[in-house]
């Protein structure tokens, strides 16, 4: 019969089998931009549920099961690692309040984890992960209901599965053309390879990651996004003007003048109201060009360098949040106020603007380094507010966001912001006198009239879209998607924000990252200036991001 501990050991050896092939997995992405690739995601996610099924022995299959989809689902990263997640908690459902694994709630458990999965994914799309996980449940549910054994009706699944994968490409035009099955798929194949060892042989997949790996892997890693950067100007400045509508004064002005004064200037406006946010040592300065527009309201003023010395001295005693690959236990802080917020974002500049922009957590990651679903929750849990709205700023980490609301303990709100500009935009645009729900529409409605375009590197020789790309080229992105490939920078940022460009526009701001030198930075600002004078105001901030050299908002 086959029991918990075979369970346990069969899903601890599909995690080993990903582990061990995830580079294979990786290299089968075609989207050529550095990404959190879907074999390392789907190893890490499961790999959370393979540390903790080892504590367990002699229960049951049932629980064996609960236990792996709460690991699976707290350790989701990337959307290929959620709907890993999802599968597996068909798992749980099928297997509920089973002893054994039979022919019948085997079927049922992976008919379970597709219905999860479909439910969760807003558009599903033929072709991936999802299409190979339906068609191994249908292959299953086929051999049970031809009286088939449990090992069988496995081996059934596996056969459906590995079907699919193999017309993954006719469904996908771009695998076609690429040569390449879907990576989620050939994952989902390779974990269930590894479970088979144990199901019909006994035989646990052994880990080839040396323990120098499984340590790099474990390591805590600080989430609570404390500014070690160099602070220049002292204070952070930010208030909202009640526009005056007998003053004939466009707020371009209002922006020149904050950037004579100081940095991370940022300017938003509509028909009523202006938004500001300034760095500078002059506060009182900031103050009174804001009253040349109208009243003020939401004034605050914080010293920086005080809250970085505060920070330091604080950091010996008090642990931050963490960002870790296991479980850990964690114990929620009180509300102190209706609402906070949660960010997700790299690079030291830009977890300061988030930070004065009034984000209380922020979970590092973002392209390359999915954070997560415990990591995210664990965030939300430390904000100190009744309800957090949580801004993942890219696209791969929505869906691991969205699966900690069911499981917090605050009202959570998840902002599907795909970019850093997008995620400022929404803070920009939140009213504290505004309903939860009044917010979430308004700000989704302010970060989708943002532009954005990313400038990057190819990560691998690729036919994308149209697009010869060889491994190394500039690439840049317009709202997402690959644009144009240069070998230039200066004429591939000035041709990135002439397609982002319309006739609204009004300020582009760009945010360098820590591949990019202040004085190329520098350089870069005089030549947009000198291009598009007249056109559009330019402000630059210092983001340190990795990976992307510049981020560009179009507004």
Do not use: W
Request: glycine residues 8%; negative net charge; aromatic residues 6%.
């Amino acid at each position: 019969m086959l029991n918990g501990n075979t369970l346990r050991d069969a899903i601890i050896s599909g995690a080993n089998n990903i582990s061990n092939c995830k580079v294979r997995v990786d290299e089968l992405n075609v989207f050529p931009v550095p990404d959190g690739d879907t074999g390392t995601n789907m190893s890490m996610s499961i790999g959370n549920a393979a540390r903790e099924l080892a504590r367990l022995e002699g229960e049951t299959v049932s629980k064996v099961a609960d236990v792996a989809a709460s690991a699976l689902l707290r350790g989701a990263r990337g959307n290929s690692g959620v709907i890993t997640s999802l599968l597996f908690r068909g798992f749980a459902k099928g297997f509920k309040d089973a002893e054994f694994i039979t022919s019948e709630n085997l079927a049922a458990a992976l008919k379970f984890g597709v219905e999860a999965a479909y439910k969760a994914v807003m558009k599903p799309t033929e072709g991936t992960i999802l299409t190979v996980a339906r068609v191994a449940s249908e292959y299953a549910e086929k051999a049970y209901e031809d009286g088939k054994e449990p090992i069988e009706v496995f081996e059934a699944a596996m056969e459906g599965a590995e079907y699919a994968l193999s017309q993954t490409p006719e469904l996908l035009p771009v695998l076609k053309k690429a040569g390449v099955v879907d990576a989620g798929g050939k994952g989902f194949c390779v974990i269930l390879d590894g479970m088979y060892s144990v199901l019909k042989n006994g035989v646990m997949i052994e880990s080839e990651a040396s323990s120098g790996e499984v340590k790099a892997e474990s390591e805590e890693r600080n989430v609570a996004g404390e500014f070690d950067g160099e602070i220049t100007f002292t204070y952070c400045t930010e208030f909202i003007v009640n526009r005056n509508s007998e003053v004939d004064k466009a707020p371009a002005e209002l922006r020149a003048e904050l950037e004579k004064i100081g940095d991370c200037v940022v300017v938003v406006d509509d028909d009523e109201i202006i938004k500001v946010h300034v760095h500078t040592d002059h506060p009182g300065n900031a103050i009174e060009n804001g009253l040349l527009f109208g009243s003020l309201v939401n004034l605050k003023i914080e010293n920086m360098r005080d809250q970085h010395e505060r920070a330091k001295h604080d950091s010996g005693t008090k642990k931050p949040a963490q960002n870790s690959t296991r479980t850990e236990t964690y114990t929620p802080v009180a509300p102190e106020k209706p609402v906070g917020f949660v960010s997700v974002c790299a690079g030291s500049g830009i977890e300061a603007l988030f930070t004065d922009l009034g984000v209380d957590s922020l979970v590092s990651g973002g392209q390359t380094m999915n954070p997560s679903t415990d990591d995210i929750l664990r965030a939300i849990e430390l904000t100190p507010a009744e309800t957090v709205f949580v801004l993942p700023n890219n696209k791969n980490i929505i869906m691991a966001a969205e699966q900690a609301i069911p499981i917090s303990t605050r009202k959570v709100i998840v902002l599907h912001t795909r970019t850093i500009p997008e995620g400022i935009s929404a803070m920009l645009a939140f009213d504290p006198d505004s309903s939860d729900e009044d917010n979430a529409i308004n700000m989704r409605d302010a970060y989708s009239r943002v532009g954005t375009g990313q400038i990057t590197f190819a990560a691998r020789d690729s036919d994308y879209e149209g697009h010869k790309i060889k491994k190394g080229e500039l690439l840049a992105l317009a709202n997402g998607k690959v644009s144009f490939v240069e070998t230039d920078m200066s004429r591939c940022i000035q041709k990135l924000i002439k397609q982002l460009l319309n006739r609204d526009s009004s300020f582009v701001t760009v945010i360098y990252g820590e591949d990019v030198t202040d004085e190329r930075a520098a350089e870069i600002e005089e030549e947009l200036n000198a291009k598009f004078a007249g056109k559009v105001e330019f402000t630059f901030i210092k983001g340190m991001q990795p990976i992307y050299y510049f981020i560009i908002s179009v507004e």
